[in-house]
Nanobody
Framework: QVQLVESGGGSVQAGGSLKLSCTAS????????MGWYRQSPGKERERVST???????TYAESVKGRFTISRDNAKNTLYLEMNSLKTEDTGVYYC???????????WGQGTQVTVS
């Protein structure tokens, strides 16, 4: 089955940390650029971070220095380590293949992150 499944969301106090995981199946994960996106209450969905197949990364300005994206191709898993969390980081976090960097267009179901 072709899918992305996120995990690791939860509730945390401001200043805390969470690590999200996204496990891929049904396609060649190592060939794909992957990304984390989030939708915060009342806002448009935004791109948080991406990682190419050669592990080159990008970050939204709002998370630079606090979030780290990584991937383990042997485990078909994408990660997002989030430190120094702020209330404005609250939202549903999705992993997805990056348009133009993967032949498959796929989104996970999302995982809720709440920072209070």
């Amino acid at each position: 089955q072709v899918q992305l499944v996120e995990s690791g969301g939860g509730s945390v106090q401001a200043g805390g940390s969470l690590k999200l995981s996204c496990t891929a199946s049904g396609f060649i994960f190592s060939y794909c650029g992957m990304g984390w996106y989030r939708q915060s209450p009342g806002k448009e969905r935004e791109r948080v971070s991406t990682i190419r197949r050669d592990s080159i990364t990008t970050y939204a300005e709002s998370v630079k220095g606090r979030f780290t994206i990584s991937r383990d191709n042997a485990k078909n898993t994408l990660y997002l380590e989030m430190n120094s969390l702020k209330t404005e980081d609250t939202g549903v976090y999705y992993c997805a293949t990056v348009p133009g960097l993967c032949l498959v267009s796929l989104w996970g179901q999302g995982t809720q992150v709440t920072v209070s």
